[in-house]
T-cell receptor, first 111, second 116 residues
């Protein structure tokens, strides 16, 4: 699975959009981009995934560049409860859902 | 229950002892995963079950670690002759199926193991 690069930490003001970047320049054609988050002392939580089209669900939006070498997770109106470590993961569709977590981005939402 | 359940939530043991950690997946989920997370790091894959069989155990660090899922539901992670370096949070996850575009895993809250 391709390697991902994320900033170690980011801050965001409550109520504002949080834009979390991820680089995956070695992604191949059959690899999906997944985002998970982990709130302190809890297990990771699935957020969203995509292949090449932008995706939106009730939690977030995922924007994938046309060349698929990077993506951005957008939390449109961040709340204090969104403070967590956010993981960007690239996974082949045939890998049996074995997720390889990096160190992620610690997002802190400030009041 | 509605989610993945792991017991115990906390376990303190002494170096050299044997430990079992239990995972109760979401009902009907055929795939089950064990991960280990050390402080400040992302979760690290250990083993993946599809039904009763271990489809991928390449993440188990050595032969002191073993996991079973005899009836395709509950799984037990077993650690023999524990070492201080085994101290971590052990996470279990399950999913509807383990192949194809199914990266949506449901994680439990983990079992925190401390080896003194």
């Amino acid at each position: 699975d391709a390697k991902t690069t994320q900033p170690p930490s980011m801050d965001c003001a409550e109520g504002r959009a949080a834009n979390l970047p991820c680089n995956h320049s070695t992604i191949s054609g059959n690899e999906y981009v997944y985002w998970y988050r982990q709130i302190h002392s809890q297990g990771p939580q699935y957020i969203i995934h995509g292949l090449k089209n932008n995706e939106t669900n009730e939690m977030a939006s995922l924007i994938i560049t046309e060349d698929r070498k990077s993506s951005t997770l957008i939390l449109p109106h961040a709340t204090l409860r969104d403070t967590a470590v956010y993981y960007c993961i690239v996974m082949r569709e045939t890998s049996g859902s074995r997720l390889t977590f990096g160190e992620g981005t610690q997002l802190t939402v400030n009041p | 229950g509605a989610g993945v359940s792991q017991t115990p939530s906390n376990k303190v043991t002494e170096k050299g002892k044997y430990v079992e950690l239990r995972c109760d997946p979401i009902s009907g989920h055929t795939a089950l995963y064990w991960y280990r997370q050390s402080l400040g790091q992302g979760p690290e894959f250990l083993i993946y079950f599809q039904g009763t069989g271990a489809a991928d155990d390449s993440g188990l660090p050595n032969d002191r670690f073993f996991a079973v899922r005899p009836e395709g539901s509950v799984s037990t992670l077993k650690i023999q002759r524990t070492e201080r370096g085994d101290s971590a949070v052990y996470l279990c996850a399950s999913s509807q199926q383990g192949t194809g575009n199914t990266g949506e895993l449901f994680f439990g809250e983990g079992s925190r193991l401390t080896v003194l």
